[in-house]
């Protein structure tokens, strides 16, 4: 009996110290796919976002609104300016005739978000026209759709935002992979002296 004790404890015990498991969790989006953008004269499309979890961005979403003509390199900058900086921290891909909601899947771990950064997810095509990815215009949404960012355009050698005149922002979703948190140091205390308890109970019992 005594060893079936002292095993359970030792069990919880073990339980308690581990840290508690992260998990994938959708952090910053954008929903809404009312409208459409399309590339032309082989541009490129950025929709800048600020991190609200501190973590690892494993993978993220882009709303296609047509089937795409050809595949698109992803990849995750800096921010400068307002604008896609030198910075890449990580690149995937998109393949030919994706549509609707696509996931970009990235290396784990390989790119870290610190909340409160500003980073953009910039789109570049494989061809030279006919890809058109899913808006919300502020027009349509009454304000701001997304206003930790703002979805932009690349042309004539320059980024600039899809409009002067009302926002625009691309339908995204970023996932975070958030590290794993230990558990109070109360918890493994209790879970200590309730072994000791038991130890303590143990050799008091009683003989018969």
């Known amino acids: 009996m005594g060893r079936s004790v002292v095993g ?30 399309g590339i ?4 490129k499309f950025a929709q800048t976002f600020t991190a609200g979890l501190s973590g690892s961005l494993d993978q993220i979403e882009v709303h296609a609104a047509d089937k795409l003509p050809g595949s698109v390199d992803v990849s995750i900058t800096d921010v400068s300016g ?37 980073y953009a997810i910039v789109l570049t095509p494989t061809t030279s026209s006919g890809y058109f990815f899913s808006t919300e215009s502020g027009a349509h949404f009454g304000g701001d759709p997304y206003a930790y960012g703002q979805g932009l355009k690349y042309a004539s050698g320059s980024w600039a935002p899809l409009s002067t005149t009302t926002y625009y922002d691309f339908a995204f ?4 992979e958030t590290s794993p948190t230990p558990l109070p140091g109360a918890a493994v205390l209790g879970v200590l002296g309730l072994g000791f308890s038991g130890g303590l109970l143990r050799r008091r019992r009683p003989t018969a």
């Open 82 to 118: 307002g604008y896609p900086g030198s910075t890449t921290f990580g690149t995937g891909s998109i393949a030919k005739d994706a549509l609707g909601w696509t996931t970009v899947f990235f290396p784990p771990s390989s790119i870290v978000m610190s909340a409160g950064t500003m």
């Open 40 to 43: 032309t004269n082989s541009g």
């Open 8 to 37: 359970s404890v030792a069990v919880v015990l073990l339980l308690a110290i581990s840290p508690a498991s992260a998990g994938l969790v959708l952090d910053q989006h954008q929903d809404i796919a009312f409208g459409k953008w």
């Open 173 to 176: 979703k970023t996932y975070v």
